[in-house]
């Protein structure tokens, strides 16, 4: 623990996508029956690509595997385009031989939002709990929809997003405006309770937020540095995103 979290360099986004879905196959290869936390944003799409292409080449089996993905904007249907549920079934879903009842997301139009966020944990716990949680990163530090707060919320929650964390995802609705204002989050207990996890974090952009998260404080106002309290993250860049640590 005392050394910080583990960083991976790779040379090029392709690279650390390519390394991180070969990883994936090899833990579904030792217990088909993983379960796996999965991120949405830019950075994880050329991970799903290759694990697309992967299947495709028959190098990976989802067949017996579940996921849970991390988040959802709250008010957004699970077959509206814009959601992040269809973001993973284009991305991922549709291309490989996950059967849907094995897929977990939180839906972002439930009625009673506080009843799904329980609904999501107990799924989580029935399951076993997360083998391998995957993890993007916010430019604001933020994992999951877990923002810089004063304080974090443990479990699967509603929050409010802030506006970069909104303009960040304007390419789904069009322009930053229309992105909700509120979203579904797993919390960070949840996420730290995975038996392991691998942060993938590419491009120049996050490269000061990955030097706080690996090197600063443990601080509700940068989320991802709580991952220094878990004891097997794995920190996968590209050298762009590696640029502020020495390694
Ligand atoms: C989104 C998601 C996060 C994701 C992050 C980074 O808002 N809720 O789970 O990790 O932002 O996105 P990107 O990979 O596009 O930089």
New binding site residues.
């Given amino acids: 623990m005392a050394d910080g979290l583990r960083i991976r360099v790779f040379t090029t986004p392709a690279s650390a996508a390519r390394a991180l879905a070969r990883a994936i196959a090899k833990a579904l290869e030792a217990n088909p029956r993983s379960i796996l936390g999965l991120?949405?944003?830019?950075?994880?799409?050329p991970l799903y690509s290759e694990l697309a292409s992967m299947y495709r080449r028959g190098r990976v089996d989802f067949s017996r595997a579940q996921t849970f993905n991390?988040?959802e904007f709250l008010g957004i249907a699970p077959r509206d385009p814009r959601s992040?549920r269809a973001f993973m079934q284009r991305h991922l879903f549709d291309h490989v031989n996950l059967p849907a009842r094995q897929i977990h997301f939180l839906n972002g139009a439930a009625r009673d939002v506080a009843a799904e966020c329980a609904r999501y944990e107990r799924a989580i716990g029935r399951s076993g709990g997360i083998d391998l949680q995957i993890?993007?990163?916010?430019?604001n530090g933020?994992?999951?929809?877990n923002e810089p707060a004063p304080a974090l919320a443990a479990r699967t929650h509603r929050t409010t997003?802030s506006p970069a964390?909104r303009r960040?995802?304007a390419a789904l609705f069009g322009r930053a405006s229309a992105v909700p204002r509120e979203?579904l989050?797993m919390g960070m207990a949840t996420i730290l309770q995975a038996r392991r996890i691998v942060l993938l974090?590419?491009?120049r952009?996050?490269a000061r937020c990955v030097a706080r998260m690996v090197r600063g404080p443990v601080t509700p106002r940068l989320p991802a540095s709580f991952l220094q309290l878990h004891a097997d993250v794995e920190v996968w860049l590209d050298r762009a995103a590696a640029a502020g640590v020495e390694v």
Wanted: glycine share 16%; proline share 7%; net charge positive.
């Fill in positions: 991120p949405t944003g830019r950075t994880p799409i991390l988040d992040y993890l993007g990163l916010g430019t933020h994992i999951g929809f997003l964390t960040a995802n979203a989050s974090a590419t491009g952009s996050k």
